[in-house]
């Protein structure tokens, strides 16, 4: 267990890290101590350590002072030992999270809890961090922490997860703003802080911002020098047995520690049965699950969205465009194609009919009744037609409608002499055809008179 650090009037042990309660302070209760591996203590390496036991999750802050009494030196060694900690960190999007803030007259969030899962891009953001240079205003930076590091867009869990919120501030001097007040509304919101002061920090200050019982959680060293020590009391602060350990556990898919307890859960797309172990793949495609505009295909606790025929899916793969069904190559018309909202129909040009089958055509008969407007006679040429009339009948005009033909009585002078012309030639042939019937019949008298005599 961590225990408060304090200043002595004289600095009469040599040691590396001064672990001494501050004045006045409560003795804190045992906390359980994981138990030394059969066999034996630990290893030289810690290795056995490591395998018996490890951090709660936890969503942890660091808040470090670079004001202008902080010399790049110091400064270069407060960033190795954030190095450190996470090194003895559970870190993961299920296990620890960490943000890092930096703060001097100004306070900059250097990456906030929901950017790195894991130590190497954590400790590569942190080497690449700069000092402010100006100012300590330890209060707003704390404020910022509540306003704009603990919360959920920036990847503080709720607070159905359980996982303690955790603030370690490092600092050097004195604040030049009001913590008190500020401290103490994080401590109400659930926050629990952790106050390190070095060399000439003010330990009053330290202890009005720090949680209680201020014995485990107000930490102070001499120098910069030595605050990478300071390491292994948080480790023995934050550690936790493994109750997630291989076989320790009978959850089927993923175990979350929670104190000294565990809970378990499930991958993305799978829910929790009702026995709290085991896992059921969820249907993806149910209402209110998907974001598909048109078809949701459930795939393996996940799902794709697809388009009614007629339709394409967009690059968001998401929603649906209507297909342009009549473009060459996509529908079956034989004349004409015609687009309706994804599908299409098909017809024909002028003077022709669709077919049974909807697709081809047949040239019309224009002639067939109520195709034309011919009042008499329609007479059809190839794919069009033309009006006639009956005999004794006029087209008129309109080309459509007919009138009775009127018949003259008056004959011209030459008409008459035609008709006197063909009148003679009737009389002239009506008597030379009786003149040839009496010769006819005289020739048949005069035959039978001799057929007479010789049969006599």
């Not at 942190?126 to 300590?136: C, W, Y």
């Not at 089958?357 to 040239?363: L, N």
Request: proline letters at 5%; a negative charge; aromatic letters at 8%.
């Amino acid at each position: 267990m961590g225990r408060a650090l304090g200043t002595l009037g004289c600095c009469c042990l040599v040691l590396p890290l001064l672990l001494l309660p501050l004045p006045g302070a409560r003795g804190s209760p045992h906390r359980p101590r994981r138990q030394p591996p059969p066999g034996g203590g630990r290893s030289g390496n810690g290795a056995a350590a490591d395998a018996a036991c490890k951090n709660r999750p936890l969503d942890l802050v660091f808040i470090i002072d670079s004001s202008r009494s902080v010399r790049p030196e110091e400064f270069e060694k407060v960033k190795i030992f954030l190095s450190k900690m996470i090194d003895t960190l559970d870190v993961g999007e299920r296990t620890t999270r960490v943000a890092v803030m930096n703060y001097a007259s100004t306070v900059k969030v250097e990456f906030p809890l929901r950017t790195y899962f894991d130590k190497a891009s954590m400790k590569e953001a942190i080497s690449h961090i700069e000092p402010l240079s100006a100012g300590t205003m330890t209060g707003l930076a704390i404020q910022t922490a509540m306003d704009e590091v603990f919360t959920e867009e920036m990847g503080t869990r709720p607070a159905t997860f359980n996982i303690p919120k955790v603030v370690i501030v490092v600092t050097d001097g004195r604040p030049q703003d009001q913590v008190q007040d500020v401290a103490a509304s994080a401590r109400t919101a659930g926050i629990e802080i952790y106050a390190v002061g070095v060399d000439r920090a003010d330990m009053q200050s330290l202890r009005i911002m720090a949680s209680e019982p201020l014995d485990e959680h107000v930490f102070y060293v001499e120098t910069y020098g030595v605050i990478e020590k300071l390491t292994s009391k948080f480790r023995e602060t934050f550690c936790a047995v493994n109750v997630c350990a291989p076989g320790s556990h009978d959850c089927e898919q993923v175990c979350v520690s929670n104190g000294g307890s565990y809970l378990c859960d499930c991958y993305e797309g799978y829910a929790l049965n009702p026995d709290k172990r085991t896992c059921s793949a969820v249907d993806m495609c149910a209402p209110g699950r998907h974001e598909c505009d048109q078809i949701c295909v459930s795939n393996n606790g996940s799902y794709v969205c697809e388009c009614y025929e007629g339709y394409t899916l967009n690059p968001d793969k998401k929603t649906c465009a209507a297909t342009d069904m009549c473009a060459a190559g996509r529908h079956d018309c034989a004349q004409v194609c015609l687009s309706n909202d994804g599908s299409y129909s098909c017809d024909c040009f002028e003077g022709y009919t669709l077919n049974p089958d909807k697709k081809t055509c047949s040239a019309a008969d224009m002639c067939a009744p109520g195709r034309h407007d011919c009042e008499q006679v329609c007479v059809r040429d190839d794919l069009f037609y033309t009006c006639d009339c009956y005999r004794g009948y006029t087209l008129n005009p309109d080309k459509k409608t007919c009138s009775r033909a009127i018949t003259s009585s008056l004959i011209t002078a030459e008409e008459s002499c035609k008709c006197e012309a063909i009148a003679a030639l009737q009389d002239s042939v009506t008597s030379r055809l009786e003149a040839l019937s009496r010769k006819y019949i005289l020739f048949l008298t005069r035959s039978s008179a001799y057929s007479s005599l010789l049969v006599f």
